[in-house]
């Protein structure tokens, strides 16, 4: 149980392009969902917290005009990187939680942006 | 502001070689302490989770434990598909839905035959 899935699995895009990443909690339902952001051999950075049906609390200097979240029912979420850039490359991951406060990572998002 | 980490950076082990993996804390309160494994391009995989110190939790050939101060990540007898990073993590105030994970920097495991 407690399945997590993204789409896509990898994606390549032209500078000043806006790309959409897709996470759905497959068998349960995710009152929260959150996005993160991982460089190569570095842990996971947390970019924003979605609670379904609000707006999403990003972190610290996570731009929030330029990462787009939706969180539009309690199976779905999406994270939009908006004219992105080379410097947006990298691995993004999203978690669901269950209400016993573990969080079930999806299989990431592999993002470059040429 | 909480603190997690993580010991030793890399480890390197013979097949059937026990050893343990180190996490330490700081938090202003612990709601729990997840292990994760996560496996090169993919996301992390959920493995444990502790709320109190003296807890311990098993799964295969890995075994969880915590203190009020670190958690300690015992594998007996790895195999080479216990090859991975071994991610910890502590939960802490705000509880509720602005409750948030803080991650360490991980262990990268090798197992060699």
């Known amino acids: 149980g407690a399945v997590v899935s993204q789409h896509p699995s990898w994606v390549i895009c032209k500078s000043g392009t806006s790309v959409k990443i897709e996470c759905r909690s497959l068998d349960f339902q995710a009152t929260t969902m959150f996005w993160y952001r991982q460089f190569p051999k570095q842990s996971l950075m947390l970019m924003a917290t979605?609670?379904?049906?609000?707006?999403?609390?990003?972190e610290q200097g996570v731009e929030k005009d330029k990462f787009l979240i939706n969180h539009a029912s309690l199976t779905l979420s999406t994270l939009t990187v908006t004219s992105a850039h080379p410097e947006d490359s990298s691995f993004y991951i999203c978690?669901?939680?269950?209400?016993?406060?573990?969080?079930?990572f999806g299989p990431g998002t592999r993002l470059t942006v040429l | 502001e909480d603190q997690v980490t993580q010991s030793p950076e890399a480890l390197r082990l013979q097949e059937g070689e026990s050893s343990s993996l180190n996490c330490s804390y700081t938090v202003s309160g612990l709601r729990g302490l997840f292990w994760y494994r996560q496996d090169p391009g993919k996301g992390p995989e959920f493995l444990f989770t502790l709320y109190s110190a003296g807890e311990e939790k098993e799964k295969e050939r890995l075994k969880a434990t915590l203190t009020k101060k670190e958690s300690f990540l015992h594998i007996t007898a790895p195999k080479p598909e216990d090859s991975a990073t071994y991610l910890c993590a502590v939960q802490a105030p705000p509880f509720g839905t602005a409750s948030k994970l803080t991650f360490g920097t991980g262990t990268r495991l090798q197992v060699t035959l």
């Open positions: 978690s669901a939680r269950l209400m016993t406060d573990t969080q079930y």
């Open positions: 979605s609670n379904e049906g609000s707006k999403a609390t990003y």
